[in-house]
Structure formats: structure tokens, C-alpha cells
């Protein structure tokens, strides 16, 4: 019902910067849960940031203070800016949606993020 598509992964130096953006189809994106998830190879997803339709955001310890969540409701979009960034965050990042008051997840296809050292 809910496709998502995530955009602006790519290659970056550590220190550098990268804005991901995930567009949601569908009516009823404001009252979703928002959320962005990492995999790195080897490892188990893991939750990055993600933001309730009150606003409410909630990150990782090894993110908070260098990646910011934000919505635009009217553009059905998720942003996730990243600064400062590591080698420690090279994954494939996924978009993650769920209605609120529910556990269905609906997921993007995800992004590839590789920081340099």
C-alpha cells in the first residue's frame, strides 16, 4: 500500500556531509512514524533516527548530535542530514514507514552510504 523511495546516497570523506531523502506515497503520510534504518555488511539492522507525526524524534547513541530527522508533510518526504560522518556509518540505509498505532512496517529499498577514510 505505502512505497517508499529513497535518494542522495553516494560516497563521502569522513568529516563530510550527505542528505537522504525518502518520498512516500500514499495520503496519510502525517500520521506515520518516519524512521530511518542502517545495515552494515555483517551486521544487524539497526534503528538510526526516526520521527513521530507529533514531532517527537528519537536516535542512536553512535548518530545523536550529528544526524537530524526531519518531514515535510506536504511533499510526503523524510530527510535524514548527516554531518560528520564516519567510516563507522558506511550501510545501507533504509526508509521506514508505520502507521501510527500499528506495527506495520513499510520499507524502501534502501541507499547506499560508504564514508572514506
Not at 535518494?7 to 531523502?21: C, I, K, P, T, Y
Not at 503520510?29 to 539492522?45: L, T
Request: hydrophobic share 30%; glycine share 10%; net charge positive.
Amino acid at each position: 500500500q505505502v512505497q517508499l523511495v529513497e535518494s542522495g546516497g553516494g560516497l563521502v570523506q569522513a568529516g563530510g556531509s550527505l542528505r537522504l531523502s525518502c518520498a512516500a506515497s500514499g495520503r496519510s503520510f502525517s500520521s506515520h512514524v518516519m524512521a530511518w534504518y542502517r545495515q552494515a555488511p555483517g551486521k544487524q539492522r539497526e534503528l538510526v533516527a526516526q520521527v513521530a507525526p507529533s514531532g517527537r524524534t528519537n536516535y542512536a547513541d553512535s548518530v545523536r548530535g550529528r544526524f537530524t530527522i526531519s518531514r515535510d508533510n506536504a511533499k510526503n518526504t523524510v530527510y535524514l542530514q548527516m554531518n560528520s560522518l564516519k567510516y563507522e556509518d558506511t550501510a545501507v540505509y533504509y526508509c521506514n514507514s508505520r502507521p501510527q498505532y500499528t506495527t506495520t512496517d513499510y520499507w524502501g529499498q534502501g541507499t547506499q552510504v560508504t564514508v572514506s577514510s
